[in-house]
């Protein structure tokens, strides 16, 4: 059983560039959220989607974006790269019907993002 | 923001030993989890306690929760050297209509062989 998988593991980005960052969720699972985590930090919701939509977003700005394919899996997009987005960042995967905060959120190992 | 702070940030003991991590949170929740973090790695969940619970175990792993005080607690007994990680107390908060947990900063923890 497959569980959440993100690619790549490691990106060099310059200042003003944009990315992009994909997660395939866990077997079954058909709610995706993406979390950003600064070193030696705790992780920061960025957002969720399900059904193909966003359904709730951070606090993070509109440089932020993403998308969720028909299949569950997942794009995080950073236009515009600044040296503070600089992190890791996290996939984790659900099963909406159960409710995202009432189950165990499934994370990948994530992609570690470096701004020069 | 951060909801909830781990205590103490960084804790280091000896093999054998047991290891408290204590969380505190500021809103009411549904319930806490806890899960930690390998360096490098995702995080992985290891209890999850709802809000009418006081109490949960699972193997080397004890957490309480008192809601009064906005507070849990995470307790290794017998301590190994393969515990040492982060470990992030995360909530959540459905009556906001909040869909996503809210992380504390953490507690790095090295257990010393």
């Known amino acids: 059983d497959a569980g959440v998988t993100q690619s790549p593991t490691h990106l060099i980005k310059t200042r003003g560039q944009q990315v992009t960052l994909r997660c395939s969720p866990k077997?079954?699972?058909?709610?995706v959220s993406w979390y950003q985590q600064a070193l030696g930090q705790g992780p920061q919701f960025i957002f969720q989607?399900?059904?193909?939509?966003?359904?709730q977003r951070g606090n993070f700005p509109d440089r932020f974006s993403g998308h969720q394919f028909p299949n569950y899996s997942s794009e995080l997009n950073v236009n515009a790269l600044l040296l503070g987005d600089s992190a890791l960042y996290l996939c984790?995967?659900?099963?909406?019907?159960?409710?995202?905060?009432?189950?165990?959120?499934?994370f990948g190992d994530g992609t570690r993002l470096s701004i020069l | 923001s951060q909801q909830g702070e781990e205590d103490p940030q960084a804790l280091s003991i000896q093999e054998g030993e047991n290891a408290t991590m204590n969380c505190s949170y500021k809103?009411?929740?549904?319930?806490l989890q806890w899960y930690r973090q390998n360096s490098g790695r995702g995080l992985v969940h290891l209890i999850l306690i709802r809000s009418n619970e006081r109490e949960k175990h699972s193997g080397r792993l004890r957490v309480t929760l008192d809601t009064s005080k906005k507070s849990s607690s995470l307790l290794i007994t017998a301590s190994r050297a393969a515990d040492t990680a982060s470990y992030f107390c995360?909530?959540?908060?459905?009556?906001?209509?909040?869909?996503?947990?809210?992380f504390g900063s953490g507690t790095r923890l090295q257990v010393q062989p």
């Open positions: 077997s079954g699972h058909d709610t």
């Open positions: 989607y399900y059904e193909e939509e966003e359904r």
């Open positions: 809103t009411s929740i549904n319930n």
């Open positions: 995360a909530t959540g908060h459905s009556d906001t209509g909040r869909r996503a947990l809210t």
């Open positions: 984790a995967s659900s099963l909406a019907s159960t409710g995202p905060l009432n189950q165990p959120q499934h």
